[in-house]
């Protein structure tokens, strides 16, 4: 054992005790916070808004009853699908042909056209026995039937560009013809003459036709206008039409 116990403390204290905090306070309480605040509450953001949007797409005025894109005038580039146009209405070709039918080789043969809408022929095709370049063509028309008494009125002289033979069907080139109206319900009557006996004919009467135009077969004619004619044979051949 140390030593006898004794009535006070082996260490002695530093002070005697107090009221107060040994540690100094900074001062009196105050009713305000020690930092001063920047300003007093207000109704707006602190931030004040800029003068200018700061995003890069400007802003559209109010809404419009119409879009505000402009329809470009011509399509763009690239490679985007082309649409496909088709040829309708008044601008589609049709082509009412005979047929291929054929007994005899005449020079000359007449046959009607008649239409329930106004068309034009914009090219012919005829059926011959020949083979060549450049074979020429007489085409006449006349208001009425082939058969009635009227007068004939040349309407061109084509050159077909080459015969390829007996049977074949030779078409006059659309560039090279020039388009022949054919009324709508007014018959009118076609004379194909040729130079020689080339034409190819069938024996007998036939009306050919569509929904728009009908071909109604004539006469041949031996040589130049009537001298010789004999009834009841038909065309080989076809019209190449557009409505008008």
Avoid: C
């Amino acid at each position: 054992p140390t030593v006898s116990p004794t009535g006070l403390p082996t260490l002695a204290h530093s002070a005697h005790p107090t009221n107060t905090p040994t540690e100094q306070p900074s001062g009196s309480p105050t009713g305000s916070p020690t930092e001063t605040p920047t300003e007093q509450t207000t109704k707006v953001p602190s931030d004040l808004p800029t003068e200018q949007p700061t995003a890069t797409i400007e802003p559209t005025e109010r809404p419009t009853e119409e879009t505000t894109m402009e329809p470009t005038k011509q399509p763009t580039s690239g490679d985007a699908v082309q649409p496909i146009i088709e040829r309708t209405g008044h601008s589609t070709s049709r082509t009412l042909a005979t047929p291929m039918d054929y007994k005899w080789m005449k020079s000359e043969v007449t046959f009607d056209v008649i239409a329930n809408e106004t068309v034009k022929i914009t090219s012919i095709s005829v059926r011959m026995n020949r083979t060549g370049h450049g074979i020429p063509l007489e085409i006449y028309t006349m208001k009425g039937s082939y058969d009635h008494t009227g007068t004939w009125i040349h309407r061109q002289t084509v050159n077909i560009p080459e015969g390829l033979g007996e049977g074949a069907l030779y078409v006059v080139p659309r560039d090279h013809f020039s388009p022949i109206e054919v009324p709508a319900g007014i018959r009118t009557a076609f004379h194909l003459k040729m130079m020689e006996e080339n034409l190819l004919v069938g024996e007998g009467f036939g009306v050919f036709q569509d929904e728009i135009m009908t071909i109604e077969a004539g006469e041949s004619v031996d040589h130049f206008f009537f001298r010789g004619v004999k009834e009841d044979y038909i065309w080989n051949g076809a019209l190449t039409y557009e409505l008008v």
